[in-house]
T-cell receptor, first 115, second 112 residues
Framework: NAGVTQTPKFQVLKTGQSMTLQCAQDMNHEYMSWYRQDPGMGLRLIHYSVGAGITDQGEVPNGYNVSRSTTEDFPLRLLSAAPSQTSVYFC??????????????FGSGTQLSVL | GENVEQHPSTLSVQEGDSAVIKCTYSDSASNYFPWYKQELGKGSQLIIDIRSNVGEKKDQRIAVTLNKTAKHFSLHITETQPEDSAVYFCAATDNYGQNFVFGPGTRLSVLP
């Protein structure tokens, strides 16, 4: 049981490049989400999904796209990277029991630098 | 929308002492308040949580208290150990109860 798996762990991009951060979970969780973590600002929600085919924006969605074609996978795409997107990115999932979101399971993070 | 503040941003304690981290929230409709621990290079893990119909919850050396009237909740760690050193995040549910708003985090250092 791997839990939530994120790849890559580290990535350096040049301004304007695109890339996809991968996230997979093997717990059959309905809810999946992406956060970015910046010093002094905690975890801020980028996008989330409550099931396959359903995605929605969080607090800071600009510059990021997501899709949820399967229950297991929730990739985050940066279409044209900017230095402001330098951050640590975390994927998290949970089981929506009765529609209530409680315990989040986090991946180990991706440290992204945009030069 | 919900806003969560957390204090202090850094906290150093001697091994064996207690540590207290405090959070305030703005939305009186929030009804679930988890605490997460993030160790260096790892994702966050849930360590304790509390629902709005409970005033206090304890799990071994860790306890959380909630004051709904004042809209604040606190994490208490007793008999601290070096392995308690980490960044701790509090959170509250957002307007729809589906997502979480996190505090900015507290870096706890337990000195041997």
């Amino acid at each position: 049981n791997a839990g939530v798996t994120q790849t890559p762990k580290f990535q350096v991009l040049k301004t304007g490049q695109s890339m996809t951060l991968q996230c997979a979970q093997d717990m059959n969780h309905e809810y999946m989400s992406w956060y970015r973590q910046d010093p002094g600002m905690g975890l801020r929600l980028i996008h989330y999904s409550v099931g396959a085919g359903i995605t929605d924006q969080g607090e800071v969605p600009n510059g990021y796209n997501v899709s949820r074609s399967t229950t297991e996978d929730f990739p985050l795409r940066l279409l044209s990277a900017a230095p402001s997107q330098t951050s640590v990115y975390f994927c998290a999932s949970s089981s929506l029991q009765g529609g209530t979101n409680e315990k989040l399971f986090f991946g180990s993070g991706t440290q992204l630098s945009v030069l | 929308g919900e806003n969560v503040e957390q204090h202090p941003s850094t906290l150093s304690v001697q091994e064996g002492d207690s540590a207290v981290i405090k959070c305030t929230y703005s939305d009186s409709a929030s009804n679930y308040f988890p605490w997460y621990k993030q160790e260096l290079g790892k994702g966050s893990q849930l360590i304790i949580d509390i629902r709005s119909n409970v005033g206090e919850k304890k799990d071994q050396r860790i306890a959380v208290t909630l004051n709904k009237t004042a809209k604040h909740f606190s994490l208490h760690i007793t008999e601290t150990q070096p392995e308690d050193s980490a960044v701790y995040f509090c959170a509250a549910t957002d307007n729809y109860g589906q997502n979480f708003v996190f505090g900015p985090g507290t870096r706890l250092s337990v000195l041997p």
